[in-house]
């Protein structure tokens, strides 16, 4: 029998890691934790840190190069095909490392229910019983770092990705639209009246970035604070909210 813990790690900061998260690591037989490139290099270097600073217990940690999603052809089939991969990788380690079975744990950014894969993956492993500790999410550093709350006062909250948002733009009936996996600064397509916007970068970390302004003023200014950043780091994660004036009508 093989416990797949599925471990939330918070945004980069060793101190986002919870008494339940560290007690899960050092219940692990196995920690995999994925390489994705030199690019983005300091993610890995980062969970090697928490590693580091968590650990106490005697736990094998096996690094492993993580499939590249072909950016080409349908995005969901795409998507599907990477996560068959990414399964694959995982059926390999466990068989290498884990043969009688045993405890594996996985260290996943932020909270593996919030926009990632994790889950779907894990699904692809057979006879695998799953468990999760959830972790500190993009979305709680993003308003705890600019002390605003999530929702205004009985007011609503969509949660959707860059991509979505530029196809549909704002999404009807919200007062409130946080946005994640956004490569492309979706934001500039929507009209920027009355609204407002809280953006961060490398959220927790040493190098946190944060913005904050009406929309008009602050779209150009984030397109390009992102760019540079990117540019120094070879890689970059943030988060935004936006939120819209109430109407006088």
Same mark, same amino acid.
């Given at each position: 029998?093989?416990?797949?813990?599925?471990?939330?790690?918070?945004?980069?900061?060793?101190?986002?890691?919870? @008494?339940?998260?560290?007690? %899960?690591?050092?219940?692990?037989?196995?920690?995999?934790?994925?390489?994705?490139?030199?690019?983005?290099?300091?993610?890995?270097?980062?969970?090697?840190?928490?590693?580091?600073?968590?650990?106490?217990?005697?736990?094998?940690?096996?690094?492993?190069? @993580?499939?590249?999603? =072909?950016? #080409?052809?349908? $995005?969901?089939?795409?998507?599907?095909? *990477?996560? =068959?991969?990414?399964?694959?990788? *995982?059926?390999?380690?466990?068989?290498?490392?884990?043969?009688?079975?045993?405890?594996? %744990?996985?260290?996943? *950014?932020? =909270?593996?229910?919030? $926009?990632?894969?994790?889950?779907?993956?894990?699904?692809?492993?057979?006879?695998?019983?799953?468990?999760?500790?959830?972790?500190?999410?993009?979305?709680?550093?993003?308003?705890?770092?600019?002390?605003? /709350?999530?929702?205004?006062?009985?007011?609503? &909250?969509?949660?959707?990705? #860059?991509?979505?948002?530029?196809?549909?733009? *704002? /999404?009807?009936?919200?007062?409130?639209?946080?946005?994640?996996?956004?490569?492309?600064?979706?934001?500039?397509?929507?009209? /920027?009246? #009355? &609204?407002?916007? !809280?953006?961060? %970068? $490398?959220? #927790? @970390?040493?190098?946190?970035?944060?913005?904050?302004?009406?929309?008009?003023?602050?779209? /150009?200014?984030?397109?390009?604070?992102?760019?540079?950043?990117?540019?120094?780091?070879? !890689?970059? @994660?943030?988060?935004?909210?936006?939120?819209?004036?109430?109407?006088?009508?």
């Amino acid at each position: 029998m093989i416990e797949l813990t599925l471990i939330g790690i918070g945004t980069g900061n060793p101190d986002h890691i919870t @008494m339940q998260a560290a007690r %899960a690591m050092n219940a692990a037989n196995l920690i995999l934790i994925p390489r994705k490139g030199e690019a983005k290099s300091d993610l890995v270097d980062l969970r090697r840190d928490i590693c580091a600073q968590v650990l106490a217990a005697t736990v094998r940690i096996v690094e492993f190069d @993580m499939p590249v999603r =072909d950016a #080409g052809g349908d $995005y969901a089939q795409g998507v599907q095909a *990477w996560h =068959d991969a990414i399964a694959a990788v *995982w059926r390999e380690e466990i068989a290498r490392h884990l043969p009688a079975g045993g405890k594996l %744990a996985l260290l996943v *950014w932020g =909270d593996p229910s919030l $926009y990632d894969s994790t889950l779907r993956i894990a699904e692809r492993l057979p006879g695998v019983k799953v468990s999760v500790v959830a972790g500190i999410t993009s979305i709680q550093a993003l308003t705890a770092a600019h002390a605003i /709350p999530l929702n205004p006062l009985a007011g609503s &909250v969509v949660i959707t990705t #860059g991509r979505r948002l530029r196809a549909h733009g *704002w /999404p009807p009936g919200a007062d409130t639209v946080v946005v994640m996996l956004d490569g492309g600064c979706a934001f500039e397509a929507l009209d /920027p009246a #009355g &609204v407002s916007i !809280w953006w961060g %970068a $490398y959220l #927790g @970390m040493e190098h946190q970035a944060l913005e904050s302004g009406p929309l008009a003023r602050m779209a /150009p200014l984030i397109a390009g604070r992102r760019a540079r950043l990117r540019a120094r780091h070879g !890689w970059i @994660m943030d988060v935004y909210l936006m939120r819209k004036e109430p109407s006088n009508g």
